[in-house]
């Protein structure tokens, strides 16, 4: 994918229980995740109708959320992984989901995951 003349890598991963490990799409010595690149995940949601919902995002620990183009959140976790409970706007069909995360320099970085479920 090509930004403003600038190339990135696009990753098609797949989550069979709504999890990403995200740790191995840059390879390098040692194995953890570089501090100083950020992925986007991104998503399609559908919904049946217009509603009210809440995302539940569990990350390390830095991200900005994105839905239907509107930001809907930034979280910063400084004690490593942890969840959020986000309120959302679903429209009736799909909703495009995005969401921009960076593992930063902590203790643990041998694992960078990120969870999300619509409740």
Known sequence: MTLEAKEYSV???DSKYGWLRLEGIYQQRPPYPR???SIYVRA????GANRRAKLR?????WAIVYLNGQQV??????EEFSAARIPISLKQGDNQLLIKTNNQMIRDRHLWAIHCAVE
């Open 11 to 13: 990753h098609n991963l």
């Open 35 to 37: 501090t100083d690149h």
């Open 44 to 47: 399609t949601l559908t919904s």
């Open 57 to 61: 995002l569990a990350l390390d620990n």
């Open 73 to 78: 959140a930034v979280l910063d976790h400084d």
